[in-house]
């Protein structure tokens, strides 16, 4: 087969590939512009998760008619200037879009329709039908630029059934929004979704104030400012506490140079800072925003312009670390968690039981053990009963466990064990997680989860989005005890949860099921997706680390081990409990 030239239409619809993978790539360059043309105002309204219509609106400086019927063909850009096109050193590049590809490769896969006014001057519209120019003449509109999306894809069927369903395309649209605003706090911006707002967010003062109106506004109380500069880089941005984290990493929001990037080099470097204070299936919440001198990054690695390359990687990531660390070792205290004085007070007003080995402590029966989040429920050894003994009485035969006999607990965290063979150390919170999780199971294959209605109901504020993803699963969560109930567009309201959790953080329970959604839903079938939902509740719902337990309490928690399959480790896979023999101890005092 000869060489030949690929025709025009070809040529505008592989490029088109690069830069527009799904509605949320072409909006995000269309907000781009809107950026660079000095917008201070932008409105995004969307439709069918923007696959039927995206229309990005602002009040940029517009663009003459010539300049619009340049802007739609290729490699057309006023973004470049001419120094750097003669120096050829376009990784120097200062704003947001800048390759001159994006309008006609949407237009070359979707009916666009572009109008514009520049100050004192009439309006223009430019309508390109997949490729073709279709219709051009004057329009009305107030200084400024509207671009209109129809159809993505409509004409590329190969390309449309790709795309995912009408909630996820919006899910991924109003994150790019979300973060294309979080990066200019000085822009007013509007989104809304079918007739609906979902965003709207005036210009904003200050940073920590934008990040916590598109996030969290508990973020505020429970945040520290991050501001350090070396070598001409400026960090700054907001860093949530420790205490403050999310299940999954998709609220971790990272800018370079007022780019929203997602780079492995950033996202390592905040893993780093973050690695001895939270756990490992645990995640920050933080906005971080680097300044760079142009000539230090480069920001043409990417075709989406997601990714971006430091000269000097090293000291980037040294500043975000020790940034990071520095910031939250100020915040001293309001790192750690505060216990509940109420609670501690309860603990500490209640008789110790004896220990198993002098009170003649008797292994609970399977149907005894529930083990629950408060003290007095945890578990009740029936109290004795008075009788006449005999003068004298055979010594009873000892009972051998597995998992041997509590002798104490270390750092709260850990129930140490004597067992015939050796010396048993269990992770307490590890081991009760497992235990939780598999009663759910149980419960989910015996017909449902128990579950114990709330004296008030809990109002939980969320996303828009995450909403959605509850509510479409409300029918699940209710086997699994936990009754959810939709209540306005950004809350849901929690009647009853799961009686096996006993007193749980329903906020945190219920934000980290919307997080587990997010993750996994599309990916995973039906019967894992509820897997990982009780895996979450089991978690909130288990014994944590730092809790000080009983005698009996450490002995009732082993016993049910004993008797619970996969209880040798936690739902994320980590062991509940070690053994060190004999032979081992032996070892380590040098008498072997």
């Known amino acids: 087969m000869s060489i030949r030239r690929l025709p025009e239409h070809v040529v505008n619809r592989i490029a088109a590939g690069e830069v527009v993978e799904r509605p949320a790539s072409a909006l995000k360059e269309l907000i781009e512009n809107a950026i660079d043309a000095g917008a201070t105002r932008i409105s995004v309204s969307l439709s069918a998760g923007g696959a039927d219509l995206i229309e990005v609106t602002d009040d940029g400086i517009g663009m003459t008619p010539a300049d619009m019927a ?24 200062e704003t947001l879009g800048f390759r001159g590809e994006a309008l006609p490769s949407i237009a070359s896969v979707a009916r666009l329709t572009l109008e514009s006014r520049v100050r004192g001057a009439e309006g223009w ?29 409509a004409h590329v069927p190969a390309r449309r059934k790709f795309l995912r369903s009408a909630r996820s395309e919006y899910a991924a649209c109003i994150d790019v929004a979300r973060r294309l605003a979080m990066a200019r706090p000085d822009i007013g911006f509007q989104l809304s979704h079918d007739g609906r707002m979902a965003l709207n967010v005036a210009p ?5 104030s934008r990040v916590a109106a598109l996030t969290d506004r508990a973020l505020i109380d429970n945040s520290v400012i991050i501001e350090l500069e070396r070598e001409g880089i400026v960090l700054g941005g907001v860093a949530g506490l420790p205490t403050f984290n999310r299940g999954i990493a998709d609220h971790q929001y990272l800018f370079v140079n007022g780019r929203p990037v997602k780079d492995r080099l950033l996202v390592g470097a905040v893993r780093g800072a973050y690695a001895e204070m939270l756990a490992r299936d645990r995640h920050a919440v933080v906005a971080l925003f680097l300044e760079v001198p ?5 920001v043409n690695v990417h075709p989406a ?6 000269r000097d990687p090293a000291l980037v990531r040294g500043m975000i670390v020790s940034g990071l660390r520095r910031a939250l070792d100020d915040a001293g205290h309001r790192s750690a968690p505060r216990p509940d004085a109420a609670a501690m007070a309860a603990w500490r007003s209640e008789p110790v039981a004896p220990p198993a080995w002098e009170a003649g402590w008797v292994a609970p029966s399977p149907a005894t053990t529930a083990l629950h989040d408060r003290r007095p429920d945890f578990f009740a050894a029936s109290a004795p009963q008075a009788r ?11 009972v051998v466990f597995p998992l041997g006999v509590a002798r104490g607990q270390v750092a709260q965290t850990y129930i140490v064990a004597e067992a015939e063979d050796g010396l048993v150390i269990v992770d307490q919170h590890a081991a009760h997680e497992r235990l939780v999780l598999e009663r759910m199971r ?14 008030l109901p809990e109002v939980v504020e ?24 939709r209540f306005g567009p950004r809350a849901v309201l929690v009647r009853a949860v799961p009686a096996l959790l006993g007193q749980s953080d329903v906020i945190g329970l219920v934000t980290d099921l919307a997080d587990d959604l997010a993750a996994y839903d599309e990916a995973l079938s039906l019967r894992e997706r509820l897997d990982h939902v009780a895996a979450t509740m089991a978690c909130h719902g288990s014994v944590r680390a730092g809790r000080i337990l009983s005698v009996a309490e450490m002995n009732a928690l082993l016993r049910e081990m004993e008797v619970t399959p996969h209880s040798g480790q936690c739902n994320h896979g980590r062991p509940t409990w070690v053994k060190l023999a004999h032979g081992d101890i032996e070892k380590l005092f040098g008498r072997k």
């Open 70 to 93: 340049l802007a739609l063909e290729r490699h057309a850009t006023s973004k470049l200037p001419d120094k750097l096109l003669n120096d050829g050193a376009i990784q120097a590049v």
């Open 294 to 298: 142009a000539d230090q990054v480069d």
């Open 305 to 310: 312009k997601t990714e971006v390359r430091f």
């Open 442 to 455: 149980k419960a989910l294959a015996g017909g449902g989860v128990a579950r114990q209605a709330l004296l």
């Open 204 to 208: 904003a003062a200050d940073r920590p």
């Open 462 to 485: 969320l996303d828009e989005v995450a909403c959605d993803r509850l509510d479409a699963r409300s029918g699940d969560l209710a086997e699994m005890g936990l009754e959810l109930e």
């Open 125 to 153: 519209r430019r309508v390109v039908d997949n490729g073709v120019v279709v219709e051009e003449g004057p329009a009305g509109l107030p200084p400024g630029t509207r671009v209109r999306v129809e159809g993505l894809f």
């Open 388 to 398: 006449a003994e005999p003068a004298w009485a055979p010594p009873p035969e000892p």
